[in-house]
């Protein structure tokens, strides 16, 4: 599989969870339940990033920040003083769950970003997704 398409697949991923963990936070009144725009647009940006500039630098940085914001998520979390209570009341399996998949698919999203953003500065080329693209032949001596 190609490293970008790993890389837009994890990067969603992380946001389908981070988005579950978040609404779950909310309904557990960890998180306020109030209107956040700020929130809106943060996801926004993230989607934005993954699925159209994917193959850019700043679709690298904003999934790099997607990736980090899932793996920071069992860090907050399970440092909290109400960790023990919430595992072990109604729903905590899924709360549990939700954390220990967004700590290891944000490191695995940040690792693929930071591998992405090291073979752009380097000035390899990009993986294209067109088919049509014509690709160079390499030569024989």
Request: glycine residues 10%.
């Given at each position: ?10 990067s969603l991923l ?61 860090v907050i979390h ?29 490191g695995f999203t ?32």
């Amino acid at each position: 599989m190609k490293h970008s398409v790993m890389l837009t697949i994890a990067s969603l991923l992380s946001i389908l969870l981070l988005t579950l963990h978040v609404t779950d936070d909310i309904v557990r009144g960890i998180s306020k339940a109030g209107s956040s725009n700020i929130a809106l647009l943060v996801l926004t940006v993230f989607l934005y990033g993954t699925l159209v500039l994917a193959e850019r630098r700043s679709g690298h940085v904003i999934m790099l920040l997607v990736g980090l914001f899932a793996a920071a998520m069992p860090v907050i979390h399970m440092r909290g003083v109400h960790y023990g209570e919430i595992a072990t009341s109604t729903g905590g399996f899924f709360f549990v769950w939700t954390l220990w998949a967004l700590g290891g698919l944000g490191g695995f999203t940040f690792i693929l970003s930071v591998r992405g953003l090291w073979s752009l500065r380097r000035g390899q080329p990009q993986e294209s997704n067109n088919p049509n693209v014509e690709r160079p032949v390499p030569r024989s001596r």
